[in-house]
Structure formats: C-alpha cells, structure tokens
C-alpha cells in the first residue's frame, strides 16, 4: 500500500493528461463536425479519428442523434470534465488523498 501512495502524484498526473488529451480530442472532433467535407478517415485527421470513433459508435448505440445532430462528442466532454473535476479538481477524491 505504501508503494501505491507514494506513486500517486505520478498516477494523478498521468491520469491528468491522458483525461485532458480526450477532451481535446473529442473538442476538436466537435469542431471538424462543423466542416462536413473533411474525410476524417484520412490524412493527418486519423489521429483525431481513431481514438474517438470507437467510444462514438458504442455511444450512437444509446443516444441518437437529435434533430439529425450527433450530439456523442459532447457528452463524452461532459463526462470526462465531469471525471476529472470528481477524482483530480482542488476537491477531487485523489487530490485529496495525496494531500
């Protein structure tokens, strides 16, 4: 156990960034939404393509779109900020413990 405290500003950083590193994604996913003539399967786009599309598709399953408008890549934000504020925010369960 003492190894796992020791270790969990690492952790917390790394979960930090990896967190951060989506919600970008899925931002930037949002904003390539807006320009329907991007091919998003090719080129220097498959980097924001292939990390979200999986989540996507699993999440179309349950949400579809509203009004002909895919609304998954916002609440894949909204989760993630969510997460993050719950186990890393000045109050989150991990700031907590390390501190």
Do not use: C, H
């Not at 779109?65 to 997460?83: A, M, Y």
């Amino acid at each position: 156990m003492p190894l796992l405290i020791k270790n969990l500003p690492n952790l917390v950083f790394l979960m930090s960034f990896l967190i951060g590193t989506l919600t970008l994604t899925f931002l930037l996913r949002i904003i390539l939404t807006w320009y329907p003539k991007i091919n998003l399967r090719s080129g220097l786009w498959l980097i924001i393509f292939l990390p979200t599309e999986p989540v996507l598709v699993a999440t179309r399953k349950i949400v579809k779109p509203i009004g002909g408008v895919d609304v998954t890549p916002i609440i894949w934000v909204g989760l993630l900020s969510l997460f993050r504020e719950l186990f890393l925010g000045q109050q989150g369960l991990l700031t907590q413990i390390i501190f």
